[in-house]
């Protein structure tokens, strides 16, 4: 398990925050969430690819 804010903190703007990600693929791949964006001072929902993640930790 890893930290979203850990591994993918170069992606978010300054005062962002990734808040959860609750639904996850049965591979791990894709994760679905909220988080803050700071940018434009809103709650957001995310989808995020991680195959570039996953292709780093094999």
């Known amino acids: ?3 979203l804010k850990k591994v993918y903190d170069g992606l978010l703007s ?4 990734f808040w959860g990600a609750p639904v996850v693929s049965y591979n791990g791949r894709y994760m679905a969430g909220t988080g803050y964006n700071a940018a434009h001072h809103r709650v957001e ?3 995020l690819d991680a195959a570039g993640l996953l292709m780093a930790m094999n």
């Open 45 to 47: 929902v995310f989808l």
């Open 1 to 3: 398990m890893r930290r």
């Open 14 to 17: 300054r005062g962002s925050s």
